[in-house]
């Protein structure tokens, strides 16, 4: 049987997709990026001929349902972690990185689409859809292999975020990637995620907005 014509772009596609020098450099583009990475991984998606059902990109059942669960999980998880868990961390009331937020309306666009576009569908595409494609491919997908992932891509996350927060928001970002790396990893679909990181992160933004990192902080434990 004869085989398929190459086509135009096989031999980068291949390259993109494999983890020679050309694959491996990407991977560290890509996850360099960090929020400012959500299309270059479309990008590599197009030129390795990647599915993007295999980023996660899958059509969900229910659109309505997904978005109103992501929305709900991402704000009670937000709640949860900063009425109990960064407590329980000693971590600050107030997050310092973040105070010029505080009752300032012309701050608010410009961090609403950060936290939209940048957190919810950047650093999901790259921490999770593109991350979790690239280690599959080379640890492999059983269960030891998908724990390694949910560890190695929740630690690299958390480190992203040492350079604005210090470690409070290493600790915050890695149980944050923690979580969202297992329900990506039990459902295989982006979108959820996205939508409940996006809804963690506005809940954040009107908290300090508000003025109430202090009181959100102490609601629980005093």
Partial sequence: M????????????????????????????????????????????????????????????????????????????????????????????????????????????GMIFTVIVGAGFGEEAVFRGFLFERLGRLLGTGTAAKIAIILLSSALFGIAHYQDQGLPGVEQATITGLAFGVTFALSGRLWAVMIAHAAFDLTAVAIIYRGLEARVAHGVFG
Avoid: H
Avoid at 19 to 33: D, N
């Fill in 2 to 109: 004869d085989s398929e014509p190459s086509r135009p772009g096989d031999g980068l596609a291949a390259q993109l997709r494999g983890f020679g020098p050309l694959g491996v450099l990407a991977a560290l583009v890509l996850v360099a990026l960090g929020s400012l990475g959500g299309f270059p991984v479309l990008l590599w998606a197009r030129l390795s001929r990647t599915p993007w059902r295999e980023l996660g990109f899958a059509r969900p059942p229910s659109w309505a349902r997904t978005v109103v669960l992501g929305v709900l999980a991402g704000v009670a998880f937000k709640l949860l972690m900063k009425a109990i868990v960064m407590p329980l961390l000693g971590a600050p009331d107030t997050n310092a990185a973040y105070a010029r937020l505080v009752g300032n309306p012309d701050a608010l666009p």
